[in-house]
């Protein structure tokens, strides 16, 4: 037989029970914040990877090396000695684009590493088309019509090309990058930057 509650123990047993829950659940979500970060410390590549090349160290930061050139932080996909295949050609100068509008012919992913380096030197960025009499390439670009028509004697201009050759080079004031952009953006800085 079961014995018969008086309301007050009935009640007194219900706020023990919701006090006890109630404590189990801020001990789970204590350790469980402590827990995610120590598992985010372990995990965190930026403070345990770092290699030196070229007189600089770099350091794992997510999918970027970082490093300090000139008291300034800058980010890349490649390390200098994963670019050094490719083909730099001409003189590339962080000042020429200082404080200047940038422009971009077809961008894509390594735009923007391009900007997350510079960004801060130019005046402001913009997609454009290209009119080059003295270019030895063709440039495709559709949207055209609505896209300022920018040229290489006057304008900083940066075009994504589709040569199959690894290199990067220099006609008047535009810099070609062929593909891997990726690849090709990075040694484009690292040679602006005087690493390589």
Same mark, same amino acid.
């Given at each position: %037989?079961?014995?018969?509650?008086?309301?007050?123990?009935?009640? &007194?047993?219900?706020?023990?029970?919701?006090?006890? %829950?109630?404590?189990? /659940?801020?001990?789970?979500?204590? #350790?469980? !914040?402590?827990?995610?970060? #120590?598992?985010? @410390?372990?995990?965190?590549?930026?403070?345990?990877?770092?290699?030196?090349?070229?007189?600089?160290? #770099?350091?794992?930061?997510? +999918?970027? =090396?970082?490093?300090?050139?000139?008291?300034?932080?800058?980010?890349?996909?490649?390390?200098?000695? +994963?670019? !050094?295949?490719?083909?730099? %050609?001409? $003189?590339?100068?962080?000042?020429?684009?200082?404080? &200047?509008?940038?422009?971009?012919?077809?961008?894509g992913f390594a735009t923007g590493e391009i900007l997350q380096n *510079? @960004?801060?030197?130019?005046?402001?960025?913009? +997609?454009?088309? *290209?009119?080059?009499?003295?270019?030895?390439l063709e440039i495709q670009n559709k949207n055209c019509s609505e896209?300022?028509? &920018?040229n290489c004697s006057e304008d900083n201009v940066i075009i994504f $090309? @589709?040569? $199959?050759?690894?290199?990067? =080079?220099?006609?008047?004031?535009?810099?070609? /990058?062929?593909?891997?952009?990726?690849?090709?953006?990075?040694?484009? /800085?690292?040679? %602006? /930057?005087?690493?390589?």
């Amino acid at each position: %037989m079961r014995k018969i509650e008086v309301r007050e123990d009935t009640e &007194k047993r219900k706020k023990r029970n919701y006090i006890i %829950m109630g404590s189990i /659940l801020i001990v789970l979500l204590v #350790f469980s !914040s402590v827990g995610y970060s #120590f598992l985010q @410390n372990a995990g965190d590549d930026s403070s345990t990877d770092s290699i030196k090349e070229n007189g600089l160290t #770099f350091i794992r930061y997510g +999918e970027y =090396w970082k490093t300090i050139i000139q008291n300034s932080e800058f980010y890349f996909k490649y390390l200098p000695s +994963e670019v !050094s295949n490719i083909s730099v %050609m001409g $003189t590339y100068n962080l000042q020429e684009y200082s404080g &200047k509008p940038l422009y971009f012919v077809n961008p894509g992913f390594a735009t923007g590493e391009i900007l997350q380096n *510079i @960004n801060s030197y130019v005046s402001r960025y913009q +997609e454009a088309c *290209i009119y080059s009499e003295t270019s030895s390439l063709e440039i495709q670009n559709k949207n055209c019509s609505e896209l300022p028509i &920018k040229n290489c004697s006057e304008d900083n201009v940066i075009i994504f $090309t @589709n040569s $199959t050759q690894m290199r990067v =080079w220099k006609e008047g004031s535009c810099v070609y /990058l062929s593909e891997e952009y990726t690849q090709s953006a990075d040694a484009f /800085l690292y040679s %602006m /930057l005087r690493v390589i």
